[in-house]
């Protein structure tokens, strides 16, 4: 069953760039699909982006849209979000999850989670 290891979060300030990792330690993500989700303090966790890793489809939340990129790697077995323009709002932990039911947009309907990566944006 494959796990997943996110990493690349860090602080930094509000224009500033992030590209955060999510790789399978275990198995592929063949026939998945992977989303990032982010939990603020205080409020409950949502789908920032995801992608088919077969067909390559992807989904972005609205606010997000033309500021983040998620794309895959198939040697690497790695999913990566590039976040730019970041703002304060962007400020949460970062969970890569991995679900074998499509593009969701539901965490429940996600399987494997990683441990999260913190991303702190000030300004």
């Known amino acids: 069953q494959v796990q997943v290891i996110e990493s690349g979060g860090g602080v930094v300030q509000a224009g500033d760039s992030l590209r955060l990792s999510c790789a399978a330690s275990r198995g592929i993500f063949y026939n998945l699909a992977v989303g990032w989700f982010r939990q603020a303090p205080g409020k409950e966790r949502e789908l920032v982006s995801s992608?088919?890793?077969?067909?390559?489809?992807?989904y972005y939340r609205d606010s997000v849209k033309a500021r983040f990129t998620i794309s895959r790697d198939n040697v690497k077995a790695t999913v990566y979000l590039q976040m730019n323009s970041l703002i304060p709002g962007d400020t949460a932990v970062y969970y890569c999850?991995?679900?074998?039911?499509?593009?969701?947009?539901?965490?429940?309907?996600?399987?494997?989670w990683g441990q999260g990566t913190r991303v702190t944006v000030s300004s």
């Open positions: 999850a991995s679900t074998c039911q499509g593009l969701q947009s539901v965490p429940n309907k996600y399987a494997i």
């Open positions: 992608i088919n890793w077969n067909t390559g489809t992807t």
